[in-house]
């Protein structure tokens, strides 16, 4: 069955550069959200996009931003990358609220 | 302000012990808390939880929520070393879409 694609699933940038990470949700999901997990931290909820549309916002900074294509795909651009950065960024997606959602296998983000 | 905390950070036991994992919360609007395992990557979803006193069961895997003390238990039988994971709570408000997790806690199976 088809999951959640992220990509890439590794990305090495330096500090001040940016980065875009890749989400595509399973075919006919609706909504996409987007986490942030640190080393050894619970994952952080950053951004929601449902139907295209912002659906919820959580702790992202402002260097942040993202936004859901016509595909539904999701696309989290960051910039001025800072070391805090280093983190795995998951995706998750569902067509039916975030109890049912499934996450993607994430993009590991080393900030250097 | 909200929290969620799990108990015990790491634990490490032997092949076909019994665990119980804590998730205690302090939540304003709670509506349900879900459990994930995870694992090198992706949490996976274990359960989730709205009604108190109602046991969920999958296999070795059981857990039940107390809305009047506040805290949920995930139990694991007869535990293999497959079940060495991260084992995450996370709760989601009334109105809510998105989920607050606990910082986990990390399971080691040894056989």
């Known amino acids: 069955a088809a999951g959640v694609i992220q990509s890439p699933r590794h990305l090495i940038k330096e500090k001040r550069e940016t980065a875009t990470l890749k989400c595509y949700p399973i075919?006919?999901?609706?909504?996409v959200y987007w986490y942030q997990q640190g080393p050894g931290q619970d994952p952080q909820f950053l951004i929601s996009?449902?139907?295209?549309?912002?659906?919820d916002k959580g702790s992202i900074p402002d260097r942040f931003s993202a936004q859901q294509f016509s595909d539904y795909h999701s696309e989290l651009n960051m910039s001025s990358l800072e070391l805090g950065d280093s983190a795995l960024y998951f995706c998750?997606?569902?067509?039916?609220?975030?109890?049912?959602?499934?996450f993607g296998q994430g993009t590991r983000l080393t900030v250097v | 302000e909200d929290k969620v905390v799990q108990s015990p950070l790491s634990l490490v036991v032997h092949e076909g012990d019994t665990v119980t994992l804590n998730c205690s919360y302090e939540?304003?609007?709670?509506?349900?808390l879900l459990w994930y395992k995870q694992e090198k990557k992706a949490p996976t979803f274990l359960f989730m939880l709205?009604?108190?006193?109602i046991e969920k069961k999958s296999g070795r895997l059981s857990s039940i929520l107390d809305k009047k003390e506040l805290f949920s238990i995930l139990n694991i039988t007869a535990t293999q070393t497959g079940d060495s994971a991260v084992y995450l709570c996370?709760?989601?408000?009334?109105?809510?879409?998105?989920?607050?997790f606990g910082t986990g806690t990390r399971l080691t199976v040894i056989p």
């Open positions: 996370a709760y989601i408000l009334t109105g809510a879409n998105n989920l607050f």
């Open positions: 939540v304003t609007n709670f509506r349900s």
């Open positions: 075919p006919r999901h609706d909504t």
């Open positions: 998750a997606s569902s067509n039916g609220g975030v109890t049912e959602a499934f």
């Open positions: 709205t009604s108190s006193g």
């Open positions: 996009f449902y139907e295209k549309m912002q659906s």
